[in-house]
């Protein structure tokens, strides 16, 4: 069975140009999550999807950032415009069940804004 | 808001040594979760605990939920270099939310 598959692995950017990051979930898992890891810390959660719902976005910084999960299947996270303190890993995982603690990671994608 | 405080922040310890962490908090959690991170992955569930003095094995790692609610601690015994990587505790103040809080990680390392 794939896990949760996230592209790009890195990016660099310079600030103030947009960024967007791609996870596609493992199969039949309808909760999916999106994290921020910053360098020598643990993931913090940004927003969490219930198919094509996000049901707890309170973490996530609306004035740049963005999400969707349209069908409910893959996701995207936007931010735009970059600033340098976005420099982070951005981790998706995804859940099998509604609320289960259970959740598998993706490898993430390396953000470097310059 | 809550925050898990994990120590040691790390370590470096020879082979077959025994290794110890641990993680408090000021906040009562309902699920207390270990992970492990390689270098360039995602964090990996090792072991998850549920109720308070619940004591579980997973291999060579063992792991407690404290009695008062607000702490963890992960053993991990006769110690191999493929131990080496962060380790995370992740807390569930309310269950079956799935809203992990995640602490600040140990790092460990192993010299064969």
Known sequence: EAGVVQSPRYKIIEKKQPVAFWCNPISGHNTLYWYRQNLGQGPELLIRYENEEAVDDSQLPKDRFSAERLKGVDSTLKIQPAELGDSAVYLCASSPSRGSYEQYFGPGTRLTVT | ?112
């Open chain 2, 1 to 112: 808001g809550q925050q898990l405080n994990q120590s040691p922040q790390s370590m470096f310890i020879q082979e077959g040594e025994d290794v110890s962490m641990n993680c408090t908090s000021s906040s009562i959690f309902n699920t207390w979760l270990w992970y492990k991170q390689d270098p360039g992955e995602g964090p990996v569930l090792l072991i998850a605990l549920y109720k308070a003095g619940e004591l579980t094995s997973n291999g060579r790692l063992t792991a407690q939920f404290g009695i008062t609610r607000k702490d963890s601690f992960l053993n991990i015994s006769a110690s191999i270099p493929s131990d080496v990587g962060i380790y995370f505790c992740a807390g569930q103040i309310r269950r079956n939310t799935g809203k992990l809080i995640f602490g600040q990680g140990t790092t460990l390392q192993v010299k064969p």
